[in-house]
């Protein structure tokens, strides 16, 4: 399997802008995570989905913020307007979920983001 | 008090030594415990995952588990300078039954040679 994929890589936006980021997750996986890592707050989990149906979305910062996951295999997290302090790790990842032996999760190789 | 403690270290070891990460929890319900490395400038990577009391061995890595002390820990043997990385302790909450994971803060572990 591929593993989660994520992309960009890297963004670089001005601020005001609108940042998409995207997801695809392990193939199989009913779970689907949205974190994000900075040194002073660590990694902080945003929204995850269950099946595509979003479960808990408490962790997203402010309303600019937005997740959508349309299909089994593709998620976005949408960030609009931008601000310097949303500059961050942006991270997707994955797990089977059905209990707790299946909770194991695997993260893709993140966005890392800057808002200048 | 927070969900999941870490000691954020530095953790210096020299190479061959034994590294014990530590890290405890507050949710007492909690199930699933895991273990993940962080190399700088990557992503989150499992290294083992444990449910049950006792000790878990993989390799030269050993996860213990207590839930009466509500302690996880971590024991590297035979530590190499690539295993520097930060060490996260994840928790499933028991109140949650669903896939959400709690991270610690991650423990920097440094092997010197």
């Known amino acids: 399997d591929a593993g989660v994929i994520q992309s960009p890589r890297h963004e670089v936006t001005e601020m005001g802008q609108e940042v998409t980021l995207r997801c695809k997750p392990i193939?199989?996986?009913?779970?689907l995570f949205w974190y994000r890592q900075t040194m002073m707050r660590g990694l902080e989990l945003l929204i995850y989905?269950?099946?595509?149906?979003?479960?808990?979305d408490s962790g997203m910062p402010e309303d600019r913020f937005s997740a959508k996951m349309p299909n089994a295999s593709f998620s976005t997290l949408k960030i609009q307007p931008s601000e310097p302090r949303d500059s961050a790790v942006y991270f997707c990842?994955?797990?089977?979920?059905?209990?707790?032996?299946?909770?194991?999760?695997?993260f893709g190789p993140g966005t890392r983001l800057t808002v200048t | 008090q927070k969900e999941v403690e870490q000691n954020s270290g530095p953790l210096s070891v020299p190479e061959g030594a034994i590294a014990s990460l530590n890290c405890t929890y507050s949710?007492?319900?909690?199930?699933?415990f895991f273990w993940y490395r962080q190399y700088s400038g990557k992503s989150p990577e499992l290294i083992m995952s444990?449910?049950?009391?006792g000790d878990k061995e993989d390799g030269r890595f050993t996860a213990q588990l207590n839930k009466a002390s509500q302690y996880v820990s971590l024991l590297i043997r035979d530590s190499q300078p690539s295993d520097s990385a930060t060490y996260l302790c994840?928790?499933?909450?028991?109140?949650?039954?669903?896939?959400?994971?709690?991270f610690g803060q991650g423990t920097t572990l440094q092997v010197k040679p």
């Open positions: 990842a994955s797990s089977l979920g059905g209990g707790p032996s299946s909770y194991e999760q695997y």
């Open positions: 193939s199989g996986h009913d779970y």
């Open positions: 989905f269950n099946n595509n149906v979003p479960i808990d």
């Open positions: 949710d007492r319900g909690s199930q699933s």
């Open positions: 444990i449910y049950s009391n």
């Open positions: 994840a928790v499933n909450p028991g109140s949650s039954n669903t896939g959400k994971l709690i």
